[in-house]
């Protein structure tokens, strides 16, 4: 008898697009259905041009809202955000939210926060969907086993339309980090580690599935912090296969399946869409979590960062002159000279927060370095939770006090000085200590000069005035 083929050995990537996949068109894009969409504040184009074409959201009930980019975090009343422009960004969320009815967490709601926190922390965010948003950071859902990926205004906007969306497939990357992170090294160390391993554009065209036993001892929150930044190694979504972990993280909350038989089959679905054992990924990479030291950046992409324990590097030792020259532009924005010690930077501001480190286990291990010591004069510090949830834990745990015993402000939840585009900056020339994920020109603010790192790091550097290797804090020295 002639054995049945065997079916061909899927990733987890090839597995949710085929689960999602409606029609293909001969020239190689697929029609996806939509699990859920999450929109923000900066939504308000897409409404219009749903109004200007008669046309209304066609699954309000997967549609998500919180605003975060243009709140301001030391209030929660909208009438009061002072800039026309950014209180009609949120009005237009509240409004258009209203009409259709779709889920609104508003300001003045507890649960309101980051998008890209508050998904995962309802509940919404779950393994196997398929997950869009306008905004490049939907990445950080694939952590729960979700195929989540950012799209344009005007994709967001057919999102909105039809619960559908043209895309081409990706193609599959698998990076593995294998063996145990050392001392005082987290998710945000291993992320800027692989990116500085594989380039800031190293992973264009394709979804990272991070595996190995580095990753699999991550935390959720560990895990989301990984995802998050996947878009800057160039990637259209991260995932990371649904496990114990996962299913931990997931059950109880909100928006969650419930307990029972409903929850059983969840999990039993949930649990076969990791990559087959013999599915074959375009490309490979692998890291030895050993290797990986607490890291900052040094200069304005993602290409530009090292070890704490390093110098500011030469461009005289570039490879290219292309990189010779970007290096040269990066440290003269930075206010930096080759070979000094990154550990003898000094720093003005100190921002712990985003949707990649402002989560409450983020916002616990900077308050551990914090305990019983102060912020450094002169440095101004901030902690802005990534949700009201996450800020009413935090002040459960007593953490808050910490942090204001010591000299920071203590702000409510929103995007702030990841982007500033709530209107709170980093002053021109100003450099500032950044648990966020993005170190360009201007992002904090024009002229602003960041340096990302890990959470504990940036509490190093409140304490200490300049970067700091957090170990040595950690170990009393
Ligand atoms: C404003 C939004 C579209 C943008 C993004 O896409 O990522 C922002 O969140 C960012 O982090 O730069
Ligand atoms: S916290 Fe920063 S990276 Fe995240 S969505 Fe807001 S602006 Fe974008």
Redesign the pocket.
């Known amino acids: 008898m002639i054995p049945a083929p065997r079916p061909a050995a899927m990733t987890m990537l090839d597995k949710i697009w085929a689960q999602h996949s409606i029609l293909e068109r001969a020239d190689g894009q697929t029609l996806l259905y939509v699990d859920t969409h999450l929109i ?1 504040d ?1 939504y308000a184009p897409a409404f219009e041009f749903l109004q200007a074409r008669q046309l209304r959201p066609r699954s309000p009930k997967q549609t998500f809202g919180t605003p975060d ?1 243009y709140v301001p975090t030391d209030g929660r009343i909208v009438e009061r955000i002072a800039s026309a422009e950014r209180r009609d960004m949120v009005q237009s969320l509240v409004e258009n939210s209203n009409d259709y009815g779709i889920t609104l967490f508003e300001l003045a709601d507890r649960r309101q926060g980051i998008v890209h926190v508050i998904g995962p922390e309802q509940g919404i965010s779950q393994p196997g969907m398929t997950i869009v948003c ?4 939907t990445s950080t859902h694939g952590a729960l086993g979700a195929l989540a990926f ?1 799209v344009g ?1 005007t994709q967001a906007t057919q999102v909105l339309a039809t619960q559908t969306l043209w895309q081409r497939k990706p193609k599959s990357m698998r990076i593995f980090v294998e063996g145990e992170l050392g001392f005082g090294v987290t998710a945000k160390d291993v992320i800027l580690a692989i990116i500085r391993k594989i380039g800031p554009a190293g992973a264009v065209g394709h979804v990272i599935e991070y595996a190995g036993s580095a990753i699999r001892s991550l935390s959720m929150e560990g895990r989301l912090t990984v995802c998050n930044m996947s ?1 800057e190694a160039g990637a259209r979504a991260g995932m990371i296969a649904p496990d114990e972990t996962t299913f931990a993280y997931v059950r109880g909350r909100n928006y969650a399946p419930p307990e029972g038989d409903a929850w059983d089959r969840a999990v039993e679905r949930w649990s076969k869409i990791a990559s087959d054992a013999d599915a074959v990924f375009d490309r490979e990479v692998t890291l030895d979590a050993g290797d990986i030291a607490p890291m900052v950046t040094w200069g304005t992409s993602l290409e530009d960062v090292a070890p704490i324990d390093g110098h500011v590097p030469d461009p005289d030792g570039a490879a290219t002159a292309e990189r010779r020259e970007g290096m040269s532009k990066a440290l003269a924005y930075m206010g930096l000279s080759p070979g000094t010690a990154l550990s003898e930077i000094r720093v003005d501001r100190v921002f712990i927060g985003s ?1 990649t480190n402002g989560r409450i286990e983020d916002l616990r291990s900077a308050a551990a370095v914090v305990k019983g010591r102060s912020v450094h004069p002169g440095v101004e510090a901030w902690v802005v939770p990534g949700s009201g949830l996450v800020k009413e834990q935090a002040e459960s745990e007593g953490l808050d006090l910490i942090f204001r015993q010591a000299g920071f402000q203590w702000r409510d939840a929103g ?1 702030s000085l ?2 500033g ?1 709530n209107g709170e900056t980093v002053a021109a020339g100003e450099r500032c200590a950044s648990t966020s ?2 170190n360009f020109v201007g ?1 904090q603010g024009r002229g602003a000069r960041t340096h990302l790192m890990s959470p504990s790091m940036a509490a190093a550097a409140a304490v200490t005035g300049r970067l700091a290797d957090v170990r040595q804090l950690q170990l009393g020295e």
């Open positions: 923000h900066g980019h306008a905004d490049s950071h950012g205004m878009i949707c995007c990841c982007l585009t994920n993005r992002r």
